[in-house]
Nanobody
């Protein structure tokens, strides 16, 4: 059974930082592209960032580029999202997503339950 369990969300002031983690199990983690997607209140899902199976390639949405860093530890089967300089518009539920293969175009196959990030003073 594939499991993706996010953690690390919470309340942070504007300009603050958080690190999200996603513990993966039930599949060979190092074989897959992994992605972070977020969903703000009353909005649709928004792609945030993706990372290749080996961590060598990363991509970011323009809205968070330069502020967020995606990473993975294949030995620990864990995906990360280091978030800095957080803004109120970063408020959302953040989801860890397993894609169906090792290609960027592979579909989103499994989602975690999400972790809430709230940016407010």
């Amino acid at each position: 059974e594939v499991r993706l369990v996010e953690s690390g969300g919470g309340l942070v002031q504007p300009g603050g930082s958080l690190r999200l983690s996603c513990a993966a199990s039930g599949f060979i983690f190092e074989d897959y592209v992994m992605t972070w997607v977020r969903q703000a209140p009353e909005k649709g899902p928004e792609w945030v960032s993706s990372i290749s199976w080996d961590g060598a390639e990363t991509f970011y949405s323009e809205s968070i580029k330069g502020r967020f860093t995606i990473g993975r530890d294949n030995d620990k089967n864990t995906l990360y999202l280091q978030m800095a300089s957080l803004k109120p518009e970063d408020l959302a539920v953040y989801y860890c997503v397993k894609q169906s293969g090792s290609s960027w175009s592979d579909e989103y196959e499994y989602w975690g339950q999400g972790t809430q990030v709230t940016v407010s003073s």
